[in-house]
């Protein structure tokens, strides 16, 4: 089985900096796109970050210039760097993965179970 981890949630107060770990474990032959999303209290998901086979990132303006995302190129873990919070910012924070398990021959879609970020104003 693959299974996608978060990590690094928390309490943080405005202006300040978290950091969260995405990970992929299990029987993973192959990772190519990772994404970050989150979901805020009556809220649609929102992606806020995408990582590429290619080592190219994307963000919403939303979270440009604040947020950055890294990881070795079509490998994990994901990261995510979150500097200058907003109450705004504060939600689940989701892992999302499309990944190739050792035993199938093409690539599935995997979600994490996500982990809390709260931003205090």
């Known amino acids: 089985q693959v299974q996608l981890m978060e990590s690094g949630g928390g309490l943080v107060q405005a202006g300040g900096s978290m950091r969260l770990s995405c990970t992929a474990s299990?029987?993973?032959?192959?990772?190519?796109?990772m994404y970050w999303y989150r979901q805020a209290p009556g809220k649609e998901r929102e992606m806020v970050a995408v990582?590429?086979?290619?080592?190219?990132?994307d963000y919403p303006d939303s979270v440009k210039d604040r947020f950055t995302a890294s990881r070795d190129v079509a490998k994990n873990p994901l990261y995510l760097q979150m500097d200058s919070l907003k109450h705004e910012d504060t939600g689940v924070y989701l892992c999302?993965?499309?990944?190739?398990?050792?035993?199938?021959?093409?690539?599935?879609?995997?979600w994490g179970q996500g982990t809390q970020v709260t931003v205090s104003s």
């Open positions: 990582s590429d086979s290619g080592g190219r990132y």
């Open positions: 999302y993965a499309t990944i190739r398990p050792t035993w199938a021959p093409r690539f599935y879609d995997y």
């Open positions: 299990g029987t993973v032959f192959g990772i190519d796109t």
